[in-house]
Structure formats: C-alpha cells, structure tokens
C-alpha cells in the first residue's frame, strides 16, 4: 500500500506527529539533559583564558578524542591567541592534554596544539582517503605559528569584513593541511560543521548565514575535497559585510515569528543521531540582544547595567529536530540547557560542543557555559568543558497525560519478531499495546485485553500478549499500533529480532 511506511527493524523516535494517525491526550516534550561536571577547565597557558566547545568529541581507535577550542590571555587581535587544541580520554571524563609538540607557543613546544589560530569542528570521514581521513571546516587566522596559516583571510581585509572558511585535512589528526582554495569566502562565524550523511549518501556542511540577524546555512557536497563549494566572485565589493552570497546556501534553521523580536539563533551544532532511523538534532543557540545604552557611565550607578557591552545578550541552548536534515523545527522551545543562576558559572551562556559518545544507556554530550553573557570581556577563566548526560533516545518523547491517553500510528511493515519499547512509567504509569490490521480491527491475539502492561523504566521493554511472546507471524504485513497510557513518557520503539530482544 502507498500510504505505508516501511520501518524494517529501524528504532523509531517521537520526533514529531509522523506516529500520531489519531492521538488522545498526548504531547510532546523536550528532555533537558542532567548537568554533570567540569571535565576539561583552563588550565595551560595557550588555553588559560577559557577552553570552548566549539570544537568535536568523538570515539576513534577505542580512545575517546576532542578537538576543543582553546583560548589564551595574549591581545585577542593577535592571530594566535585562540587555538585548537587536542585532548583524549579513556572514560569520556578524566581528559588528557597530550604534548603534541607540533609547534612553538610563546616558546613552549610541549604543548597539545594541533591548528594554530584556528576554530571549527571536525570529522572522521568514512570514505576519504588515509592522508584526508580527518577533514575540518575551519576558520584560519594567519600567524607566525603556522606556516600553513600563510595566506588566509579572517578579520578585516580592505576595509572589509572577510571571514573565509577552508577545508583542512589530515592523516592522523593532529597534522594538518589547509587547502589554500576557500570553501567559501562568505561572511561565516563559529562553529561551521561539514559530516557524512549516510541518509543521503553525501556530505552536508551546515554554516553561518544571514537572513534575519544569524541564521543557518546548509549545502550537499559529493566531493569535499573539490574547492570551492560555492562560486568566490559576485560580492559587492562596497559591501562591509560579504552577505551578499546567502541565497546560495539552503535557509536550515532561523529565528522567526515565535521568538523574541530581538533574537537570533547563533550555530547549528547539527548531529544525524546514529542510534534510530531519520533523525537528526541541532543543538542551536538563541542569542537574545540586548539593546545598547548609555556606556559613557562606567559605574552604571542606578541604571541598567545590560546596555553597557556592544553585541551583548545571554545564550542557551534549543532543541530543533528534523527527519531528513534538511526541514527543521523546534517542537519545545524552552531551553535543552538552559542557563544556571545569574552569577554563576553558567549563567550567561552555553554552547553546545559537537559529537555524541554512546555510553551504556546514555548519550553523552559536552558544553561549555559562562558567567558573562556574550559581549562582557572575559575576565577571568571561564570554567570549560562540561559533561552532558542524556538518557538514549530520551531528547525528545511522547507524554500521556497523567488521567490516561492512547495513539494510533499510521500503517506500517516492519521485519523483527519483538516489538520493545523505550519508556519511563515510574510507578503509577503504564503502557499496553494492540495491533491492528488494514481495516484497523483487532488481530486475534494481540487486543488491549490481552496485552500484558509495561511499567517502571525500561530502554527496550518487551510487549507481551497473554498468548502471544511475539509478533513474528505479522513481519511483512500492514498494521497499525494502537498505544494505551497513562502517566508516563514513550521515546521510542522498534522491532528486532529475537535473539536481540
């Protein structure tokens, strides 16, 4: 039937209404992660200033890998006060700063620098070759500290505003080579991403753009390696800004409408979430502005302080979901991490790093908040590299109301003989199941009556009948799920094989 949707022995998330035919007394809702601890800070001094997500985590060679972006106490107009620099881990808490010894900082060879004045995130591609195995999208300031620096554009050049972005390769990880053809030559900023996407078959790079204030960008690439990705002329040459390009980027992910007047949304962090079928999550920052006052008066005595800084405004983190990387929304737009008391050590922003480490039960995650909000000077070291925990497959899920609720899917196929599901009960909740045919009537066996209830907290509960152990008699066949809950929250669920289940 055409109308059916194939889900082999995928996991499926509740990412939006696609499993809600019919529904009752269901919504859904973003799970904010727990807060864990500090597991990188300032520490070294070409990263004593602070020491920022905008960088990746990930699991490579059984050791765990981050490339973080390192900040120093030099003049931040010098080209090497900020770095990327790299770190490794065993458990994905305790972080080592190995001596790379790739380059002199202020005289100081042992240190873990791997790309000098450097910024931007970086991937294992799975298809390029050993010498390109690691690829980043980086913004490249040029310095005396890299030779290979030499050249590129970042900060003002000609009177114009020109942040140029390129394709750096490496073998290993911690050599580097910038191609010397930009990717682009636009006006990017922060935290610009490029990963393979196994969906598509392609590369998909998400980046800063410009629409209403910061917004986000997205391209297909085929071949990364084949510079640039977008044509290098055609700019305004009066313009201070080189914008001018943006209708040649897909519009991914923008402030609109709902959100305040005076916000936009700063980076994309986008991941395709391995673990479940057509899901993808941006972990994107809203930027709320504040309007600039009078800052003649330092002291601020009896006025409002917020006005103070120039492009100042606190930060958090958002939730936005998609199922093919390319539409996206924001179900819940309460923050995903949201910003600790004022005065504290998350405070005034949070920015989400990129990469998710699979640990057990949980997804972890690492951020890096500050007390300041975004235009305050830092002052002092801020405090690093937070650990995020979140349970799997919990981000986003299917809540039924505490009176009682039920869901019908639409039709579907699928190939396991055991229907499990993720879902917290805790006491007084429950889940039973039924499976219906095209007709939407009852298949002998497996009705309401004669399903067994789930309760309690389980990742991949199995569903029961009183004489069914399960479903395998229906592989290949249309039906639909029909869901009965109370009290509890449904984040997934898939069919599997037995010897899985």
């Known amino acids: 039937m055409s109308n059916t949707i194939d889900i082999g022995n995928g996991k499926q998330l509740f990412l939006d209404d696609r499993w809600f035919a019919d529904q009752r ?8 992660p727990i807060k864990d601890q500090i597991v990188l800070a300032p520490g070294k001094k070409w990263d004593e200033l602070a020491v920022y997500a905008y960088g990746t985590v990930l699991e490579h060679d059984g050791k765990f890998k981050m490339w973080y972006d390192g900040v120093s106490r030099l003049d931040n107009e010098l080209p090497q006060y900020r770095n990327i620099c790299y770190a490794e881990s065993d458990d994905g808490i305790h972080w080592e700063r190995p001596n790379v010894g790739r380059y002199e900082w202020e005289g100081i060879r042992l240190n873990n620098i791997v790309l000098p004045g450097c910024n931007g995130g970086i991937m ?36 114009r505003w020109r942040l140029e972005l390129y394709l750096c390769t490496s073998p290993d990880g911690y050599n580097w080579t910038r191609h010397p053809t930009p990717v682009s030559d636009y006006f990017h900023d922060t935290q610009n991403q490029l990963f393979y996407d196994t969906r598509l078959g392609k590369y998909a790079a998400y980046f800063r753009t410009h629409s209403r204030g910061r917004t986000v960008g997205r391209l297909e690439v085929d071949d990364p390696m084949d510079l640039p990705w977008i044509p290098l002329d055609g700019e305004d040459p009066e313009a201070v800004f080189p914008t001018g390009k943006k209708h040649l980027f897909q519009l991914a992910l923008t402030a609109d409408e709902s959100d305040p007047a005076d916000a936009d949304l700063y980076t994309a962090c986008v991941h395709q979430y391995p673990w479940a079928d057509d899901a993808y999550f941006s ?81 972890w995650m690492y951020d890096s908040p500050t007390k300041r909000t975004h235009g305050v000077p830092p002052g002092q070291p801020e405090a690093g590299l937070r650990l995020l925990r979140q349970r799997l497959d919990g ?21 396991g ?37 789930i309760d309690r907290n389980h990742i991949a509960a199995p569903v029961r009948w009183h004489e069914k152990d399960d479903v395998g008699e229906l592989i290949g066949r249309p039906v639909r799920l029909h869901f009965k809950l109370r009290a509890c929250k449904l984040y997934a669920f898939q069919f599997v094989d037995g010897e899985e289940g």
């Open 395 to 415: 981000f986003i899920s299917a809540d039924a109301a505490y009176e009682g609720a039920e869901f019908t899917t639409p039709m579907l196929t699928f190939s």
């Open 25 to 32: 007394g269901m919504t859904l809702s973003v799970n904010p």
């Open 283 to 363: 972990f994107t920052t809203p930027y709320r502005h504040y309007p600039v006052g009078d800052t003649s008066d330092t002291t601020l005595t009896g006025k409002d302080p917020r006005g103070r800084h120039n492009n100042d405004g606190p930060v958090d983190i958002q939730l936005a979901v998609s199922r093919d990387g390319i539409a996206w929304t924001r179900p819940d737009r309460r923050p995903y991490v949201g910003l600790g008391l004022a005065g504290e050590y998350d405070g005034g922003q949070s920015y989400m790093g990129l990469g998710m480490i699979r640990m057990g039960n949980e997804v």
């Open 417 to 453: 003989s055991e229907l499990q599901l993720n879902v917290d009960c805790s006491a007084l909740g429950q889940v039973w199941v039924e499976i219906r045919n095209e007709d939407n009537h009852v298949i002998d066996g497996y009705s309401l009556d004669e399903s067994i209830d």
């Open 124 to 159: 294992v591609d799975p298809n390029g070759p050993d010498e390109h195995r690691f690829k980043g999208l980086i913004l490249v300031k040029e310095n005396s500290v890299w030779p290979g620096s030499k050249g590129a554009i970042c900060g003002l050049h000609g009177g």
